[in-house]
């Protein structure tokens, strides 16, 4: 085709490619009118707890620490208050399409796995999004599942109890020892002391921070129980790991500790005020 006749076809359709691009930036909403958008639901890098959840009109509260975050790229981490699950978002305008994924299998009370199985049910689908301040309520087009959710604040270094999770070997995160989940906390406070409890015993030492290291200074003072095996072990390497400059990040909830060597771990902010 030659260079003249190009320019005569093209002419013409310049306005409505234009008025297109114009009306789809953001998606397309269920505006009042021609040309009104509706912007996508701004979710992306947004962390949420979870207040209660409503599948086929019965409504659970949730547990303390059910939340749900908006990753990049569509990707969704949540936590029942036991298991945690992984779930692919896709936004338009003000409709979330939710497919839930891989959960893992931890053994948890009758209650704690209802509550999993409606919170899953709840974030699947099509779903209607209500933003309103600190609120995000996600609604079915039936109006039976509701999932009700509250903006989740970043957790401060000082001040905040921080349940250690897993050990860290360079790249490698590892499970505590079998047997001493749920004990271990690091609480670092205002004035320049940091206690909690390692495994088994509590401590309480003094600690210095910068931007980017921890240092603890002196050996830590320590209770003196035996517990079990697991326990222990678990509590010698917290007590070898603190004693000594750490680099610290705190990225929203999660802490994560580790020595030159790449030692270390990753703890989570305990739920305030919440049971």
């Known amino acids: 085709m030659s260079k003249p006749r190009a320019l005569v076809v093209l002419v013409p359709l310049l306005p409505a490619l234009l008025l297109t ?13 021609a040309g009104t958008v509706s912007p996508d639901l701004p979710l992306t890098g947004t962390h949420w707890t979870v207040d209660e959840v409503t599948v086929d009109g019965s409504t659970s509260d949730a547990p303390g620490d059910a939340r749900v975050a908006f990753g990049k790229d569509g990707r969704v981490t949540g936590s029942g208050g036991c298991n945690t699950f992984n779930a692919t978002v896709a936004v338009k305008g003000d409709t979330l399409t939710a497919s839930p994924g891989p959960m893992t299998e931890i053994a948890c009370s009758e209650d704690r796995m209802r509550f999993e199985k409606q919170l899953v049910k709840a974030f699947s689908g099509e779903l209607k999004g209500t933003l309103e301040n600190d609120t995000l309520t996600l609604t079915s087009p039936d109006g039976r599942n509701v999932l009700a959710l509250t903006a989740e604040r970043p957790a401060p270094l000082r001040g905040t109890a921080w349940k250690v999770e ?15 989940e749920g004990k271990a906390r690091i609480v670092l406070g205002e004035d320049g002391k ?34 079990t095996g697991p326990q222990m072990k678990l509590e010698t390497k917290l007590y070898e790991l603190l004693d000594g400059p ?5 990225d929203h909830r999660t802490l994560t500790l580790t ?4 030692e270390g771990l990753t703890a989570t902010a305990e739920p305030a005020g919440r049971a």
């Open 246 to 250: 750490l680099t610290y990040r705190v």
């Open 194 to 227: 940091v206690t909690g409890n390692l495994g088994c015993n509590n401590f309480s030492a003094t600690a210095r921070t910068d931007a980017t290291t921890l240092t603890v200074e002196g050996p830590a003072a320590t209770t003196r129980m035996m517990c």
């Open 21 to 33: 691009a114009c009306g789809t930036e953001g998606g397309q909403g269920s505006g009042s009118g």
């Open 166 to 180: 897993s050990l860290l070997s360079g790249q490698t995160a590892s499970s505590l020892p079998a047997g001493s």
């Open 259 to 262: 020595d030159a060597s790449g």
